[in-house]
């Protein structure tokens, strides 16, 4: 039983070094969409060709603090726990290890082995590749996958060319791809897209894009 357990350990270890390197070819959540709705749209590109800004939106929008943390941010954690079920708290990377190697949903089962990879892939990714891997398997909309996708679907526009005010368009949908709209925003998803453009510029300035920038 307890070689058996340390070669499970050492295969999921194996895994996030070779994802380090190597672009996930699929994610789990990617081929159920596809078995419930059809193929899916995704176009792989690389860190360099995807706009500045659309990275730092989506720090901003997701994870202001991305560059000062190894994979959990606590005061993140103390704030969702003052605010109630209003506010998550999974960082950037949380959210990479949950859609390149688990599922979807809630489980205690999903949350433990994301609490245990996390650090791993902090120790073993640079923060640009936890970003290039997130904007390339992060879902936009029913079935379309990746930034690349996403720029292509909403704009007719590639992900190096997306403007401030698109890229922080996308990030706004990212908690809930399926329930907010990038065509139809409401007005406080448009009040919401324009704090990102700020928030983007704003830890462009104070170096908390640092980790992910040159």
């Not at 708290?89 to 999903?110: D, H």
């Not at 997306?162 to 890229?167: E, K, M, N, R």
Request: hydrophobic letters at 45%.
């Amino acid at each position: 039983m307890a070689q058996a357990f340390l070669v499970i350990i050492g295969l999921g270890l194996l895994w996030i070094v070779i994802y380090s390197f190597l672009r996930p070819p699929t994610t789990p959540y990617m081929i159920a969409e596809g078995w419930r709705q059809g193929p899916v749209r995704q176009t792989w590109v690389p860190y360099d060709q995807i706009a500045p800004v659309m990275v730092r939106a989506v720090v901003a929008a997701e994870d202001a603090n991305f560059c000062l943390h190894w994979g959990v941010d606590m005061s993140a954690i103390r704030l969702a726990i003052d605010e109630g079920a209003n506010r998550g708290a999974s960082t950037i990377t949380q959210q990479v290890v949950k859609n390149a190697y688990l599922w979807q949903g809630r489980s205690y089962l999903r949350k433990a082995l994301e609490a245990l990879m996390t650090p791993f892939v902090e120790l073993f990714w640079t923060k640009r590749r936890i970003l290039e891997v997130y904007l390339n398997v992060a879902e936009f909309d029913r079935g379309v996958f990746g930034v690349e996708a996403a720029a292509q679907w909403y704009f007719g526009t590639t992900a190096a060319k997306l403007t401030p005010v698109q890229a922080a368009r996308l990030a706004v949908i990212l908690p809930d791809p399926k329930g907010r709209s990038v065509k139809r925003p409401s007005t406080a998803l448009r009040k919401k897209a324009a704090e990102i453009v700020d928030g983007a510029e704003t830890i462009r300035r104070d170096g908390r894009s640092s980790c992910f920038e040159d």
